[in-house]
Each structure stands twice: as C-alpha cells, then as structure tokens.
C-alpha cells in the first residue's frame, strides 16, 4: 500500500498551481526536486513529489518540517514492481535508488520505474485532493510524456544540471560532434559555442549514448526534451547568461532557471536534514567547525553515487594528511569499504584526531558549506555540489568520475574560475577496482594547497567564488532572476493560466 499524505485539503486558493514533480530516485535529483518544490509553494503552489518508498523516507523530515511551517507540499511514495520487469525476487536489499541499485540491473530500473505511469494517474485522478496543473519530470522520465498528455497538464523537463552542461551535451549530438572520431578518449571542440572547450566522446557523449541497450532510452530522452512545454533548471542566469539563453534559443522554450535551490534552506535545522539523516550529529558538527579558523578547512565529498576504489581511497587520504589542513572527509559507510581501506581509514582517523573529521555515511553537506569555517571542496563534481559550492562561495578542487561531471569541472574550472583540476581525462564508471591509481597524493596535496593558498591565483578564485556567492543570494530575492522566475512558475502554470501564451513570452 502507498504512503499517502494528502495535502492541500484546506487550499488557500483554489485557483493555484499544483505542480507534481517526478523526480528520479537518486540523491543528486530528488534533493534538487524538493528544493525546487518547496520555493514553488513559498510562492503559493500547491506540489506533490511523487517518490519510491525508500527513498522517499529521507526527504520526508524534510517535508514533514515543510508542511508544518504551512506549505503545501506532499510526499507521495510508490513500491516498483520489479517482477513486472524481470526481477521475479526483487532487487538485491530491496534497492530503490541509483545509490543502491546495482550497475547491471539499470536497465531494469528504469524500466520499473517507467510503470510507476500507471498508479501515479490512479493517484491523481481519484485520490489527490485537487487535480494537477503540471508535470515537473526529471528529464531522465521519458515515460512522463504520456502521463502528462493522459492527465491533459503541461510537462515541464527538470534538470539538475547547469545549463552549460545541458547545451554542451545537446550540441554535440546535434551537430555530431564525433563523427570520424574513433577513439572515445581524444578531445574534440563543442561545436555551436562562441568559446572554445574541448571534450571527449567518453566524457560528454550526450544524455545515454554510448550506453550499449540503452539507444531506444536515449531517444525517447531526446524526444521528451523536444515536446515538453519548457525547462526548469538548477541554476541561476547572472552565473551562465549565455548558456541558459544559448539552451532556450536551441530548444525553441522557455527555460525558468530557479536555483541555487539549496538556498532554500536558511536554518541549521532544515540544512541538517537535507537529502538524508545525518550520521553524524549535526550540532556536534557544527561545534567542531566552530572550533577551526574562518576559510581553514577542506570539505570532501564525491557526492551519493561514486563507488572509490580502494587504493585511491587511501592515496586520497594520504594526500589530505600531508596537506596539513583541517579536513572534513565523507567516507561514506563502513560496509562500502574493502578490509584493507578500511583498516587505513580508521588509522588515520585516529591519527588526525582534532584536525581531520571522517563522515561515515550522510554528511549534512549544505551545512558543512555554509559554515564560516569552510575554506574549499574537494568534489567530484556533482551539480548540486558544484553549485552548493558556489552558494558557499568556496574555491573547489574538482575531481569528475562520470556522467556530467567532466563538464562540471570545466564549468568550474574554464567558465567560472573557481576550480582547481586534479586532472583527470577519462571516466571511471561504477568501477570499484582500478588497475592504477589515478590521482596520486602529491597531486591531491598540491591541489588542495593551490585551492587554500596558491598564491595570487588562489586568492583570485576565492574572490570569484565570493562574488558568485552575493549573486546567487541575490539571484535568490525579490529583483533576482531565479527569484522571478518561481514566481513566474506559480502564475503561469495556475488554474486557467494560457500557457502556451506565457510560457512563449
Ligand atoms: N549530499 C549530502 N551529504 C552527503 C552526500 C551528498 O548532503 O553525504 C548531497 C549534496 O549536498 C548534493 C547531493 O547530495 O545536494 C549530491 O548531488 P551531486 O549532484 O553533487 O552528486 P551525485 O550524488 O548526484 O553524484
């Protein structure tokens, strides 16, 4: 049976948006989602998430502490029917999200989650207290087209992913950017962009390709980006003008740009609980930031997803011993470890008592960010990493393993200023064993001492990071795009609203 929390009984205003957001199970799109949905209803709307069980149990103190501060938000949760799929057993641990989902039963997930059609139309057709007037899908939710067009609502793409990125990975495909280009590893230049960037087939291949079995998914992808009714985006226009208008032109849609979504969050309570229960204390935590100087401690974290590989676990650790700095290092769980990393991560936890804090499992990561304490992140960059960095206005040190991560770090690196690479080329993919190590410890340590220190250019990064930040709070209040544009959202996408008219404005 389904978890439902109906909300929204006693609507203030019956002609008010109710966007339902579809977001995909995965950490990385489901916080970003929330967010996003939680701004919408400070402005008014009405919006259900629609999330599968497990994974809807972290965001709900997140909601939970949403609704009783009188927003109009509701979790909605779903089981998936792996045996519809052919899991007859189920997913191994009775997995529901990306971070659990083993590599080779993917496919199957997603094809699980695309049945979710049919029971999230029953929900909203018979038991939701008022009708929608709007899908927000994770543009990774092709499936959503026609659950849009059945419910006869508007659908919206939702990225959580920064607009140069989108546009890099559009243009490549469409101007087929690797054409006579075998070898995935040698770069080539993202056509159609006024500044030159260079990227790999393996880095930035489009949104699915290069996956074998996944050509059909990848095309329902692009044809859902094509018919949606426009796009929202975790990111803000005065960081990126030119791409989010450079993506809108190429698309022929309107695209509301309405972050840092994590901006959302202005109290150390909401922060704490973010994405997930923290495994660590969070007042504990802050107690122990408050203890460093402002600006002295590394904060590293290679987000929900990447799998580390052993040996590079402790180079990685090593490096950040011999950095000298304080460090805040999110190790993840203890079950994620081989014997041997294990071993050396409690060593060197006890050696660097005081001065090195490991997180065993979910870092309150926003709150770790926002303390005064936070002087750089070590990242893999993630978006929602990357751009809660930027909200911080801290220098990172970037370190991609897949997916949009390479153009993340160029994002930060090459569009930005605020990065440092530790100059990865090519793609590790939930691999958890590397022949060799990529990264060694001088590298770390050299990249973490240029983000700290560096000298002129060190100080120039942090500089453009602090300017980010005063924009992206700016960006985020009354006269800021991203402001304007949730605003924008709630008015045209409420009962009666001409869409088609406002959203073309
Ligand atoms: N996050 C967190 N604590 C953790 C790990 C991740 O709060 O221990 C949050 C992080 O703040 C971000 C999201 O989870 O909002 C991860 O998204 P990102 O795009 O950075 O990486 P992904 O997990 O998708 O690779």
């Known amino acids: ?150 419910l006869g609502v508007p659908r919206l793409s939702f990225f959580s992913m920064c607009a140069f990125c989108v546009l890099c990975q559009h243009n490549v495909e469409r101007f087929n950017a690797y054409d006579g280009v075998p070898d995935p590893n040698e770069p080539v230049v993202v056509p159609g962009l006024e500044k030159r960037f260079e990227v790999t087939r393996a880095q930035a291949p489009g949104f699915f390709r290069g996956w074998p079995g996944w050509e059909k998914f990848a095309d329902d992808v692009e044809r859902a980006l094509v018919e ?16 989010v208008a450079g993506y809108a032109a190429a698309r022929g849609m309107k695209v509301w740009t309405v972050g840092p979504v994590s901006l959302y969050h202005q109290h150390a309570g909401t922060l704490a609980t973010r994405g997930d229960t923290a495994s660590i204390d969070a007042d504990d935590c802050v107690r122990w930031l408050d203890d460093k100087e402002p600006g002295s401690v590394v904060y590293v974290s290679f987000g929900s997803i990447v799998h580390a590989d052993p040996k590079q676990v402790m180079e990685l650790g090593l490096g950040l011993e011999a950095s000298g700095y304080p460090f805040v290092w999110v190790v993840k769980g203890a079950e994620r470890h081989q014997a041997a990393a294990l071993a050396f991560l409690r060593e060197l936890e006890a050696r660097v008592a005081g001065r090195g804090l490991l997180v065993w499992g979910w870092a309150p990561q926003a709150l770790i960010l926002s303390h005064r304490a936070a002087g750089a992140f070590v990242t893999h960059c993630g978006w929602n990493s990357t751009l809660e960095a930027v909200a911080a206005g801290l ?45 060694r410890r001088e590298t770390v340590e050299a990249a973490v001492r240029s983000a700290m220190d560096g000298g ?31 605003r924008d959202l709630v008015r045209c996408f409420q009962v009666g609203a001409t869409q088609e008219q406002d959203a073309t404005e």
């Open 1 to 150: 049976t389904n978890h439902i929390q109906a909300a929204g009984d006693e609507a203030k205003d019956d002609a008010a948006a109710h966007f339902v957001f579809v977001p995909l199970m995965a950490q990385g799109h489901i916080i970003p989602a929330v967010d996003t949905a939680l701004l919408l209803a400070t402005h008014g709307a009405h919006c259900t998430i629609v999330a599968t069980p497990s994974t809807a149990a972290r965001v709900r103190p997140t909601i939970d502490s949403a609704r009783r501060s009188g927003l109009a938000v509701s979790l909605v949760d779903f089981p998936l029917d792996y045996a519809a799929v052919g899991l007859p057993d189920g997913m191994p641990g009775g997995a529901d999200n990306m971070d659990n989902v083993p590599p080779e039963h993917m496919l199957a997930y997603y094809s699980a989650i695309a049945l979710l059609s049919g029971p999230i139309k029953t929900y909203l057709r018979v038991h939701a207290p008022r009708p929608p007037t709007c899908i927000v899908s994770d543009f990774c939710h092709p499936w959503t087209r026609e659950l849009a067009s059945s």
């Open 228 to 243: 949606a009714d426009g796009v929202v985006m975790n990111t803000f226009e005065e960081m990126e003008p030119e791409y």
């Open 395 to 439: 220098p990172v040190v970037t370190w991609p393993h897949f997916t949009d991560q390479f153009l993340n770090e160029k994002m930060a690196v090459e569009v930005l200023g605020i990065g440092v690479s530790v100059g990865v080329k090519e793609p590790v993919v939930f691999q958890v064993d590397h022949k060799d190590i990529l990264v």
């Open 456 to 486: 002129e250019d060190g100080e120039e990064r942090r500089r453009r990071a602090r300017e980010l930040a005063v924009k992206a709070r700016a960006t985020m209040s009354e006269g800021g795009s991203s402001n304007a544009n949730i």
